[in-house]
C-alpha cells in the first residue's frame, strides 16, 4: 500500500506562484508515473502534469509554459511547481501514481485557490 501526502496548497493572487509537494511512503523509483490531476467544482477531474521513470513529461495544453512537473527519487517526492497562477486554475489538486505493477494510489488533494 502506497500513501501520498500533497502540501503546499494555499490562497494566491493571479499572477504568483506555489508549488506543491506530493510525498510517497514507498520508494519513487517503484513508480511507472507519476503525476498531477486536479478538480474544479462541477467539473471531471484532469490530468495536469505527469513524469514517467526515465524523465519523461507530459502536461495539459493549458498549463504548458507555466507549471513544472520534477521528481526527487532520494526524497521519494514529486514536486509541482505553478507560475503565473490564473483563477481558472483554482480546483483541489491529486497526486497520482501508476507503479510497475499496475496499481494506482491517490493522495487526500490540497486546494489551490487563485483570485483574481
Known amino acids: 500500500q502506497v500513501q501520498l501526502v500533497e502540501s503546499g496548497g494555499g490562497l494566491v493572487q493571479a499572477g504568483e506562484s506555489l508549488r506543491l509537494s506530493c510525498a510517497a511512503s514507498?520508494?519513487?523509483?517503484?513508480?511507472?508515473?507519476m503525476g498531477w490531476y486536479r478538480q474544479a467544482p462541477g467539473k471531471q477531474r484532469e490530468l495536469v502534469a505527469r513524469i514517467a521513470t526515465y524523465g519523461t513529461t507530459t502536461y495539459a495544453d493549458s498549463v504548458k509554459g507555466r507549471f513544472t512537473i520534477s521528481r526527487d527519487d532520494a526524497k521519494n517526492t514529486v514536486y509541482l511547481q505553478m507560475n503565473d497562477l490564473k483563477p481558472e486554475d483554482t480546483a483541489v489538486y491529486y497526486c497520482n501514481v501508476n507503479t510497475w505493477s499496475s496499481n494506482t494510489y491517490w493522495g487526500q488533494g490540497t486546494q489551490v485557490t487563485v483570485s483574481s
Open positions: 514507498g520508494s519513487t523509483r517503484s513508480f511507472r508515473v
